[in-house]
């Protein structure tokens, strides 16, 4: 991996620029490159995972929105109206939604059933999930991931939906970074100062309820996650497996890349975080998982559509590597050898 990154970052220098001028766009290639163990990564194909479910703790007036909101975004996904259909399509990436386990199945031809339940249990009261159903989440996301690049996908981005997903986020990074709830908590989809209160409440019972061991990032997930969660874990983990590049969103993404990371380190080598969400928890999950994002737009929108953004710059990226002329090819005089 070090060769490799050694190598494309040579070739960096030897195109018609001064040495890193190009920044950003050219620690994104060389970090493709190093994970793929090449010099030059090809351009390739772009799809978007965006996986649905629906949360019990949202029982708790931990969001903005009704539950019902949930099922009617992923008909919406499924129309092509929402916010990630339009930025997919400019990013000209696939986009790939997924019911992991909406209160009310989607039944649409356009979504993908991955149920692993209508909706987990409140983490106020207890686990979110059994344990193996956290697995066999995690495990179909895996597949996921391998799916899509037998199918010619080079770069897979990971968005979600689902009504007090935010409020599952946060308990996981409470755990695992660890932090205390007020510190991760935010507004969510438009909280008020009463619904934040009752969004770290909920997040201190569901912490005290559930005794969970932060060094079992499967039992943490198990306890506090949801099924989109750990369906987006298992894409990210299978990512790393097939050795492809992962983009995150915001902030419940990120509570994916951190458990990820927990069950194994090394899969933060296949991460690129795309932005930087408000969620106060965001920041600090970059922070842990050693990434910098590479927009801050001030979006807390999720849907992967701050992922969709980053594809155009990561194609750039790797444009620059593979067509831009050398000093040598162009006859121009490289100052900086």
């Known amino acids: 991996m070090s060769d490799a990154r050694a190598a494309a970052q040579r070739a960096f220098d030897l195109k018609t620029k001064p040495r890193g001028s190009l920044g950003v766009l050219e620690e994104i290639a060389v970090r493709i ?44 996904f499924a129309a092509g109206g929402a916010a990630i259909n339009v930025l997919a399509r400019e ?22 059933a991955l149920r692993f339940g209508s909706g987990t249990a409140s983490i106020t009261r207890g686990p979110a ?4 159903v956290a697995e066999a989440a995690v495990e179909a996301g895996r597949a996921l991931a391998a799916e899509l690049v037998r199918d010619g996908i080079g770069l897979i981005a990971v968005g979600e939906m689902g009504i007090g997903n935010t409020t599952s986020a946060s308990a996981l990074a409470a755990v695992l970074l ?19 209160a009752r969004k770290v409440a909920a997040v201190e019972r569901a912490l005290s309820v559930n005794n ?26 299978g990512c790393y497996a097939e050795r492809v590049p992962v983009v995150l969103d915001g902030f419940i993404t990120g509570a994916a890349a951190l458990v990820a990371a927990r069950v194994e380190p090394a899969s933060v080598d296949a991460m690129i975080a795309s932005h ?18 590479l927009v801050d737009l001030r979006m807390r929108l999720g849907e992967g559509s701050g992922a969709a953004l980053a594809l155009p ?7 620059l590597l593979n067509d831009m002329a050398s000093f040598d090819d162009a006859g121009v005089t490289d100052a900086g050898r």
């Open 129 to 132: 999930m059994e344990r193996a």
């Open 313 to 319: 710059i990561i194609a750039s990226s790797l444009a």
């Open 276 to 293: 930087r969400s408000p969620e106060p928890g965001h920041a600090l999950i970059l922070d842990a998982l050693g990434l910098e994002p």
């Open 212 to 237: 969970v061991d932060p060094g079992d990032g499967i039992g943490v997930l198990a306890a506090l996650g949801g099924f989109e969660i750990a369906l987006l874990t298992g894409v990210i983990l």
């Open 33 to 76: 490159a190093a994970l793929e163990g090449v010099t030059i990564p090809p351009r390739r194909k772009a799809a978007i995972v965006v996986a649905a479910a629906d949360h019990g703790v949202a029982a708790e007036g931990v969001s903005a929105y009704p539950q019902e909101v949930t099922p009617q975004m992923v008909a919406n």
């Open 178 to 196: 660890p932090a205390k709830a007020a510190v991760v908590c935010g507004r969510g989809t438009g909280l008020d100062d009463a619904g934040l």
């Open 91 to 112: 990013a000209g990436a696939r986009l790939v939604v997924v019911d992991a386990g909406v209160a009310v199945p989607c039944e649409q031809p356009e979504v993908r």
